[in-house]
C-alpha cells in the first residue's frame, strides 16, 4: 500500500520536474532517513520502478519502466542488467530493451523453462516495485546501414523491436530500406504480433515464420514456414545487398549462420546478439598454438600488440589489456556482448559466431589476427 502510494509520488516527481533537479534537490538531502523513507529516488544508484505488466503472448510478459533521476536513455538495439532479489541473494540478468528510448523503457521477458530469473519476474515483479538496474549497454545498434534485414526468433525480437521502432520514427526520406523477418514456434507464440501487423501496413516487408508449419501449410502473404537457406533467398532476394541484425536462442543464429554462409552472404555484415552463452569448446583453447611472436591488431583502435610466452593461455580480453589496450568489457563470462569485437583476419578459438569474437572468452588462434568494432 506504501509502496504504491511512494511509486505515484516519485512518478509524479519525475513527471513534472526535471530529472536535473531531482538530483540536485535529492543530493542536497541524503539522510539516512530519506533513504530508508524512499529507497528509489534518495539514492545514488540507477533504478527503475516497474509502472505497467502487460501479457505479450503465453508465457511472455512485458514490463513497463521507469527509471529515476540518474537515468541518462538508450539507444535501441541496447540491453540492461536487471538486479533480482531472489531468495535472500541477488540474481543478475539482462535484458533487451524494447520499444522507443524516452523517460520510460521496456524489457520484454520469456518465462525459460526452469529459469530463476524468469520465474520470478513472471511470478513476482508487479507494478510499484523498484529494480536496481545497469546503465543501458552493448553496441548491437542500427550502425547507419541503407538497406537492413532484421532477423529474429522468440525473445530476439526485443532488440530489433526497438531498432525498427526507432527507424519508422524518423522522417521517410532519412529511413533505411528495412526487412523484417522473425520467426516463432507457432501462431499463439508470436511475440508483438499487432507492432508486426502494422509494420506491415505501413510498407514494411514483414515476414513471420512459424517454425511448426509445412511449407504446405502456409497460405498467407508474409506468412512462412521454418526459415531456411530456400525461405531466406525466397523472401529476402537481395539479402547480399543487406546488412543483417541477427538475435534469437543460440540454435536458431547457429543455424542461421550456416545459412547465411552457404547463401555467400558477408558474415562481416551480419551483427549478433546473443542471449544464451554458447557452449564452451571441448578443446583446449590455444593449447596447439604457439603465441610468442603472434600479432594481434585492434583496427578500430588503431592498436598493434606483439605476444609474448606469458600470453600463452590468456583471453584476448587479457592479453589485450595485459599490453594497455582500452578494450571494454561487462560481465566476463560471454553473455552480455560487451567486449564483442568483428574478426577481419585471421582465426580464434573459444567463444565466436560466424565473425563475432566474445573476446572475454575466446583465444587467438593464428600468428595474425585483425579484430575490429
Ligand atoms: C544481452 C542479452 C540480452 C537479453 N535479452 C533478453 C530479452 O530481451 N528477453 C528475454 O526473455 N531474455 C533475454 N536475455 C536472456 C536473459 O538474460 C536470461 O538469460 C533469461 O531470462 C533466462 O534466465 P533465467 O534465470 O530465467 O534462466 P536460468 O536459471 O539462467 O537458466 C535455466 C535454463 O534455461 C537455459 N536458458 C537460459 N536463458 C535462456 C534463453 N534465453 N533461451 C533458452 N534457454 C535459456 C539455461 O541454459 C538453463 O538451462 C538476454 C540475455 C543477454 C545476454
Ligand atoms: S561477453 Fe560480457 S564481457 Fe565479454
Redesign the pocket.
Known amino acids: 500500500m506504501l509502496d504504491r502510494a511512494l511509486a505515484r509520488v516519485n512518478g509524479w516527481a519525475l513527471d513534472a520536474v526535471a530529472p536535473e533537479w531531482v538530483d540536485y534537490v535529492v543530493s542536497n538531502t541524503m539522510t539516512d532517513f530519506n533513504r530508508w523513507f524512499n529507497g528509489f529516488l534518495w539514492t545514488y544508484e540507477l533504478k527503475a520502478l516497474v509502472e505497467q505488466v502487460i501479457d505479450e503472448a503465453p508465457g511472455?510478459k512485458t514490463f513497463v519502466l521507469r527509471p529515476n533521476q540518474h537515468w541518462r536513455g538508450f539507444q535501441p538495439g541496447q540491453?540492461v542488467e536487471v538486479f533480482l532479489p531472489i531468495g535472500g541473494d541477488t540474481?543478475r540478468?539482462?535484458?533487451?530493451l524494447?520499444g522507443l528510448p524516452n523517460d520510460r523503457f521496456s524489457?520484454?521477458?520469456?518465462?525459460?523453462?526452469?529459469?530463476?530469473?524468469?520465474?520470478?519476474m513472471h511470478q513476482h515483479l508487479r507494478a510499484g516495485m523498484p529494480l536496481k538496474i545497469g546503465h543501458p549497454q552493448?553496441r548491437?545498434c542500427h550502425q547507419g546501414q541503407a538497406k537492413v534485414l532484421f532477423l529474429c526468433a522468440?525473445?530476439?525480437i526485443?532488440?530489433c523491436h526497438s531498432m525498427v521502432s526507432a527507424l519508422l520514427a524518423q522522417p521517410e526520406a532519412e529511413r533505411p530500406d528495412i526487412q523484417v523477418m522473425a520467426q516463432f514456434r507457432q501462431a499463439s507464440e508470436v511475440i508483438f504480433w499487432e507492432t508486426l501487423q502494422q509494420w506491415a501496413q505501413d510498407g514494411l516487408n514483414v515476414t513471420t515464420a512459424l517454425s511448426g508449419l509445412s511449407a504446405e501449410q502456409v497460405c498467407l502473404p508474409g506468412l512462412a514456414p521454418r526459415l531456411d537457406a530456400v525461405q531466406l533467398q525466397k523472401h529476402c532476394p537481395d539479402l547480399l545487398d543487406r546488412d543483417i541484425y541477427l538475435c534469437g536462442?543460440?540454435g536458431f543464429m547457429t543455424q542461421m549462420i550456416e545459412h547465411l554462409r552457404a547463401l555467400n552472404v558477408d558474415l562481416g555484415r551480419v551483427h549478433t546478439?546473443?542471449?544464451?552463452?554458447a557452449e564452451p569448446p571441448s578443446a583446449s583453447p590455444g593449447a596447439e598454438f604457439e603465441i610468442a611472436g603472434a600479432e594481434v591488431f585492434f583496427q578500430h583502435l588503431n592498436t598493434r600488440i606483439t605476444l609474448t610466452e606469458e600470453d600463452q593461455g590468456k583471453t584476448l580480453l587479457q592479453l589485450g589489456l595485459d599490453h594497455g589496450v582500452l578494450l571494454e568489457s561487462g560481465c566476463c563470462q560471454g553473455?552480455?556482448?560487451t567486449c564483442k569485437l568483428t574478426v577481419h583476419e585471421g582465426q580464434v578459438s573459444g567463444n565466436s559466431l560466424g565473425k563475432a569474437v566474445y573476446l572475454c572468452t575466446a583465444y587467438p588462434a593464428s600468428r595474425q589476427l585483425v579484430l575490429d568494432a
Not at 93 to 96: E, G, L, T
Not at 107 to 118: L, M, R
Open positions: 511472455v540491453h540474481v540478468r539482462y535484458y533487451s524494447s524489457i520484454t521477458v520469456k518465462q525459460t523453462e526452469g529459469g530463476q530469473a524468469s520465474r520470478w552493448g548491437f522468440g525473445s530476439g526485443t532488440p536462442p543460440i546478439e546473443r542471449f544464451v552463452v553473455m552480455c556482448g
